[in-house]
């Protein structure tokens, strides 16, 4: 006897419908799931997962962290009659902002049902309590015969030890089961899937040997078939397989497990999409060390120490987590500010530059950090001061602490350079800045 019960394709129909931008109505981007599995007494155990990608969501900054609450409602239905409704309140929390935005970091959460009936028809709705985003989707579930073979196959990105609270709802004999909700594995995170499944045996064929076969197909090309012979000695067998992602073709696969027993055959099946994306390496400069520079302006002294010591691939990524990072905290994209910043740096040598390029002197340097100023008053030092008299700028800025900033050219060659600052933190004001000016600087010109 041969049988074959697919599961239908709740996730990759959630992909294509991204894809086409059918989420513009749900507005809450997220993924949803569902595994089935047989308790002792033959019933379905019926498993949700869902995950909400971190970026999708819409947080609140609370006591030094950052939260999120999803109101989430299950409605279970048997021919047009509601069989009941859950609800779940998700209270996320997250320790840092720039999670918010992450590509890769999302929650998860799962609802177990014991099936009472053979068919249920779910309807899913998901509510971003802060910004009134919504996600809603509906589906239908047949239950396992309670003489199934095999449940269904639940695809895991990681597997791992944890005794923790956290993810309670997936551990498995001390083990931690990350489900891939999305069906999306990305190769620079996962080298291996893991496919959890469950085998249920007849006392009568408790100790006769079983054939367990998994197939990866792409493209109609067959790329994996693996066999493994067991014998079961439960009735209630759990496996675990690992799936190597390195080696594989990055694309969309078909793939499916058969049990062979006796006679009977018995067969699941599952999708996923391995992923290989291109890693973008974000820069104004050619020259790490330049960007390096530039990076100062904005961090001082929460650059890295051991700069010197990291290869120009390690550089070059920390670089571009500076920008990332940058666009996150000024809410715009990555292409804006990388512009802005580039705009400014361009300025700054055609207005700025002695004998070095016009971004390295200080003028350049508070340039680049503040932009224009609202206010440039010019003068010229009086004889009292400690040399001859020497051309000064004074620049303000109206926003944030209302900056002052004074410049004199010491040299008279045009290279200003900063001698006192107020307001600006990352500056240092040179102890002797009245001397240069002359004690009888009128004080009053730095009001802001």
Same mark, same amino acid.
């Given at each position: ?9 709740? &996730? ?45 969501? @819409? ?23 509601? $069989? ?12 840092? !902002? ?56 639940? &695809? ?19 083990? #931690?089961?990350?489900?891939? #909700?999305?069906?999306? &594995? ?55 397989? !690992?799936?190597? @992602? ?10 499916? #497990?058969? &049990? ?34 530039? =990076?100062?302006?904005? =961090?001082?002294?929460?650059?890295? *120490? ?61 340039? $680049? ?34 900056? #002052?900033? $004074? ?13 006192? *600052? ?27």
């Amino acid at each position: 006897m041969n049988i074959s019960i697919f599961k239908k394709s709740l &996730l990759l129909c959630i992909l294509i419908a991204s894809s086409l931008g059918l989420f513009a109505q749900a507005k809450l981007n997220m993924y949803i799931d569902y595994n089935r599995f047989l308790d002792h007494e033959g019933n379905t155990i019926l498993l949700i997962d869902y995950e909400i990608p971190y970026r999708s969501l @819409l947080f609140l900054a609370h006591n030094n962290a950052f939260f999120a609450q999803v109101e989430v409602e299950i409605q279970v239905a048997n021919q047009d009659s509601v $069989i009941y409704t859950h609800q779940v309140s998700d209270n996320i929390g997250i320790s840092s !902002k720039h999670d918010a935005s992450s590509n890769v970091k999302s929650y998860l959460n799962r609802i177990s049902f014991l099936m009472s009936e053979e068919h249920y028809d779910i309807s899913f709705t998901a509510t971003d309590l802060l910004s009134k985003n919504s996600f809603v989707w509906s589906f239908g579930v047949d239950a396992l015969s309670p003489r199934s073979r095999i449940s269904d196959l639940e &695809l895991n990105s990681r597997v791992y030890v944890d005794s923790s609270a956290y993810l309670e709802k997936f551990r498995r004999q001390g083990k #931690v089961y990350e489900p891939t #909700v999305s069906a999306i &594995l990305r190769r620079q995170y996962h080298e291996n899937a893991h496919l959890y499944l469950e085998i249920y045996t007849p006392e009568e064929e408790l100790g006769e040997s079983q054939l367990l076969n998994l197939s990866l197909e792409q493209n109609g090309i067959l790329i994996v078939d693996e066999y493994m012979d067991f014998i079961p000695t439960k009735p209630h067998e759990s496996f675990t397989l !690992k799936i190597p @992602l390195t080696d594989l073709p990055a694309g969309k696969y078909q793939a499916w #497990v058969s &049990l062979q027993a006796r006679e009977y055959q018995e067969d699941r099946d599952f999708e996923f999409v391995l992923s290989e994306e291109i890693e973008t390496m974000l820069s104004i400069f050619n020259s790490p060390d330049d960007e390096y520079q530039l =990076m100062r302006y904005f =961090m001082a002294s929460n650059m890295p *120490a051991n700069w010197d010591n990291m290869d120009i691939d390690t550089k070059r990524r920390h670089i571009s987590n500076f920008w990332r990072n940058m666009a996150i905290a000024t809410r715009m994209t990555e292409t804006e500010v990388m512009d802005l910043i580039n705009s400014r740096v361009e300025h700054a040598n055609r207005f700025y530059s002695h004998l070095r390029p016009g971004w390295t002197t200080d003028m350049g340097r508070i340039y $680049i950090r503040n932009g224009a100023p609202d206010d440039i008053e010019k003068g010229t030092s009086s004889d009292e001061s400690r040399f001859v008299r020497k051309d000064y700028q004074i620049w303000k800025y109206h926003s944030g602490n209302r900056p #002052v900033y $004074i410049f004199i050219d010491i040299q008279m060659n045009n290279n200003y350079r900063l001698i006192y *600052a107020s307001g600006d933190d990352m500056e240092i004001t040179n102890p002797d800045w009245l001397r240069y000016l002359g004690g009888d600087f009128d004080v009053s010109l730095l009001r802001n």
